[in-house]
């Protein structure tokens, strides 16, 4: 993930760029969010969003820096945070997919895999059991 936000860092024309950091937490798009239910699925997408400032929002800043870009992540806002957390949703990220439809993404973009298939093979190996090593042979 970090050689992608240096690669737009470095290739954007503006100087803020928006970043998905925290769209999968929030919306459920990890296995621990997903098999949950209820409660249990809010609180770890709760504990999930509250250690992102130490981990994934340390990285995309530093990254944005050495680029003298500003990276802001619009999914984790505080108002956002407590109306999805806290209220009633549908699940996963289809609300997502409907806006962006609403305000005029390509389906093409819409449709893309999430991973590449080498990233998706090496997810896949990590899913079974292996390490990345072991996936490459």
């Not at 100087?15 to 769209?23: P, R, T």
């Amino acid at each position: 993930a970090a050689l992608r936000h240096a690669l737009v860092a470095q290739l954007a024309p503006g100087k803020v760029i928006l970043c998905g950091e925290g769209a999968d937490e929030v919306f459920g798009g990890y296995p621990p969010h997903t098999t949950t239910q209820g409660l249990g699925r809010t609180w770890a997408r709760y504990r999930t969003v509250r250690s992102m400032p130490s981990i994934n929002l340390d990285r995309v800043n530093k990254v944005g820096m050495r680029w003298s870009k500003e990276y802001r992540v619009p999914y984790l806002d505080r108002t956002l945070l407590l109306n999805v957390l806290g209220g009633r949703r549908p699940d996963g990220k289809a609300v997502l997919r409907r806006l962006a439809m609403r305000y005029g993404m390509p389906a093409w973009a819409l449709e893309k895999p999430k991973y590449t298939a080498d990233e998706a093979r090496l997810w896949a190996a990590v899913a079974a059991g292996f390490t990345s090593k072991e996936a490459r042979r």
